[in-house]
């Protein structure tokens, strides 16, 4: 029964329908030319409408500033040439012609680094209605130029913007008239960035000819930068001054410095290569590093320093036999010299004014970083 229907219908889609669609696009096209502009009177320019809708945010190379992406342009123009009446041919309100049969604006992305500025006009369609609008929708999949302020990387928030122009086309041949931009509901994830909003706007050139903006808005996601940059780097500001806590007996004040110097460079180093190479948007994150790596660096240098003047007051032990430094240690267990105990202290205090001055100088940093930050 189902075939039967099935059937049925094809039979009459080819008995009713094709003849109708047939006869149209006879019509339609006896007299028309791809190569002729579709305008009402001589010297008026086309007006094209455009529509924008981001597919997908393929990834920014952060190093050279480029975005790439895939971008829907849906471009809508009148060409009275291309009218007719559904009650002649039917009730057909629209019909689907390859692109090549068509006169289409040439149109390209004005900051594309890639060779294809051009929208693609291989195998596609463009849609005819009834009163002579046309829809073509075309991509664009490529690279473009997307200046980053990496001030307050890696919670950063980037601003695109794609220049679309009529290459070919001079103002009194093409203009846009309007352009509007998808809430992007349909856009394919990404991993690293996520889409926050788009818009977009007509402005014109020096020489008069009307170029469309669209503007996206993306946001880094945060949460891979937090574990791999953020929480070590402070994790380890906050190991910056317990360095003299650390009792100077376990020889080990040196090593942690010496880590914790070692680990701000690297950490410093690591960042930086992965931005633009550029003085305008320095991250913020950088000065942190940078601050802490001064301060480990004078924590390094106050430890050899205390180090030191511990050896040179350190008394030694007297020379000569062995019975001798016995006799002199057998003295020295019940009884302790004072100025020893003097020595002790003074450190001691030493230690702690230190501890407190590196933590109440690293807590000011991280803070400042943090008000900019969150502002």
Not at 16 to 29: R, W
Not at 332 to 344: G, L, Q, Y
Request: glycine share 6%; aromatic share 10%; net charge negative.
């Amino acid at each position: 029964m189902k075939r039967k229907i099935l059937l049925l219908c094809v039979i009459l889609v080819e008995t009713y329908g094709y003849p109708y669609e047939k006869e149209l696009h006879q019509h339609v096209f006896a007299n028309y030319s791809s190569d002729v502009f579709p305008c009402d009177a001589v010297g008026q320019p086309v007006n094209v409408s455009i529509q924008a809708e981001m597919n997908y945010i393929i990834g920014i190379d952060e190093i050279h500033e480029i975005l790439t992406s895939d971008l829907q342009l849906t471009l809508t123009w009148t060409d009275d040439s291309l009218k007719w009446e559904e009650n002649r041919f039917g009730g057909i309100k629209d019909i689907i012609v390859p692109v090549k049969r068509m006169w289409l604006p040439d149109v390209a992305i004005q900051n594309a680094l890639s060779e294809r500025r051009r929208l693609q006009k291989e195998d596609q369609r463009v849609a005819i209605t009834s009163n002579g609008t046309v829809s073509w929708i075309a991509d664009y999949v490529g690279q473009s130029l997307c200046p980053l302020v990496m001030t307050k990387y890696p919670f950063d928030t980037q601003n695109c913007t794609l220049y679309i122009e009529a290459m070919s086309h001079g103002k009194d041949k093409v203009q846009f008239v309007q352009i509007t931009a998808l809430n992007g509901s349909g856009i394919f994830p990404n991993g690293q960035w996520k889409f926050v909003s788009s818009s977009c706007s007509l402005t014109q050139e020096t020489s008069g000819d009307s170029v469309a903006l669209v503007n996206l808005i993306i946001q880094r996601r945060r949460d891979y930068y937090l574990l791999t940059i953020v929480l070590p780097t402070v994790v380890t500001s906050l190991l910056n001054p317990f360095v003299f806590l650390l009792p100077a007996e376990s020889g080990e004040k040196m090593g942690l410095s010496t880590t914790l110097l070692l680990f701000y460079s690297v950490m410093l180093t690591h960042i930086f290569s992965n931005i633009p190479s550029n003085s305008l948007t320095m991250p913020v994150i950088g000065f942190f590093l940078g601050g802490q790596l001064l301060l480990s660096a004078l924590s390094l240098g106050c430890t050899v320093v205390l180090l030191h003047v511990k050896y040179e007051a350190t008394p030694t032990r007297n020379s000569g036999s062995t019975e001798a430094r016995r006799e002199t240690d057998s003295q020295d267990v019940n009884k302790e010299i004072p100025w020893e105990e003097e020595r002790r202290a003074f450190f001691r205090r030493v230690d702690r004014l230190l501890f407190w001055s590196f933590a109440i100088s690293g807590l000011i940093l991280f803070i400042a970083i943090f008000i900019y930050i969150l502002t």
